[in-house]
Every structure is written in C-alpha cells, then in structure tokens.
C-alpha cells in the first residue's frame, strides 16, 4: 500500500520490550493525508522503519516523518531520538518536531538532551568546531496538553497519564472520523481502558512487572477485545494462544 489515505492507518514498526532478543521496541508509523506521525523513537530508528517499510511495501524513512510523538523517556523509547534528531538537522536541515507532555519535555531537555548539547558544544585543538547549531535547531519540542485536544497537521490528539514508574502518557489520535487509542506504557488501569474504550482500535501493552498481566486484558469484554491489538509484549508471549489480536511488525493496519 503505497498511496496515502486520508483515512488512519499505521505500520507496526516494533512489538518488543526493553529486553526483547527477537524484536524492535514498541513503535508505530501512524498515517493520514500523506502525514506521518512516529509514536516512540527507539534505535536504531532509520533500520527499523526500512525494515517495516520493506515489509509492508512503502519506503519509510525519517524524511517522510512530521513529528514524533513521545509517551515517557524510558530508554525503550526515546532511544533513537537523539540520532533522529543529528540526522533531522545534518541531513534534512530542519529540525525534528516532538509532541510530548509537558512532564515529559522536562526531563527531556533536563538528562537526554544535555548529551546532544554536549556534541555540538565540543572543540577540539586538532578538529576546530564547525558546528554552529543550537539544540533547538535539532529539536523543536512542542507540548502536548492533557486538558484539550491538541492539533497537529490532520490528527487531532488527546493525552491521558498511565500508571508507569515515570510521567507516561496514553494517546487518542483522531484523524477525519477515526480514532486510534494507545495505552502507552501502564500498569492495569480499568478508568485508562474506560478512556481508550472509545478509540476504533485500541493498542495496549502487556508485560511483567510494572506493566498490564495478560489475563487482566484477556478478562475484558469480547467487544472490546475485538478492537484491542497487543503490543510491548515479553518474547515468549504466546500470540498464537492470545485471545487478543497480537500487534506484528512490518504490517500495515487500517484503523
Ligand atoms: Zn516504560
């Protein structure tokens, strides 16, 4: 599927978590008009989206992406951004949008970022500098709003705070009639669910820990899990026994 639509579809780009040995971190290409949104940025992020491109029949690339939307800066996530951020601002000089929560952007400018602004302060005798640019020409950081609806290109997009270890937000992402729900990373969370229930497709993580138990999700109402694709699930996850449709890399999903 190579022509855009003005419609909402994604291309699953990673299904794994932070210790998968078999798959890319949880990540999408979300589409609409010919818009690409990135949700999460895990390294290596130029490999994973060629492969999921490959797979699927559409050239992905970090030139074709507006923006990333950012749910926490667990590493699993943010990983790529850094890079995707140089080759933004090096390769396609402009800078790389980011859509985040307020919670999120904090931390952001405060750890990841400090490295990046590191990089383009450094000099050396034998290596004069001839890097003029400033960390907000790499990266233009714009907030995501949990009390409104917030506006980016075709989509439309709500935020909600998930139960996690650190600030982690949940996301609705409308475009025209359509709405795609993701969890994010979260522990179970009936009143989360009772918000993404509305979504046409809802994406929910599952995991050990701190994360969401299968048999919590596997309990919900048949309506609702027909709508419900798993993702951020542990490498032995059995998906052939899943009674809720496992999210796979490389496919492309209308929602
Ligand atoms: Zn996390």
Known sequence: MSMSSTGLRFVCLGVGDAFSARWYSSCLAIESGGTWLLLDCPHPIRKILREAGEACGERLDIDIVSAV?????????VSGLEGFGFYSYFALNRPAV???HDLVRETLFTHYFA??????????????PT?????TDLFDVRTLSDTTTNGFGPFRIECRRT???VPTFAMKIRAGDRC???????????????WLSEADLIIHETNLGPHTPYEKLAALPEALRRKMRL???TDDFDRARSVIEPLEPGRTYVV
Do not use: F, N, W
Request: charged share 15%.
């Open 180 to 194: 795609l729900g993701v969890s994010a990373d979260t522990a179970y969370d009936p009143g989360l669910i009772a």
């Open 98 to 100: 980011v859509l985040t």
């Open 69 to 77: 939307l950012l749910t926490h800066m667990h590493g699993d996530h």
């Open 231 to 233: 993702t951020h699930y």
């Open 131 to 135: 890097i003029t640019a400033k960390l």
């Open 163 to 165: 139960i996690h270890q």
């Open 115 to 128: 490295i990046a602004e590191e990089s383009l302060r450094y000099t050396s005798e034998s290596a004069p």
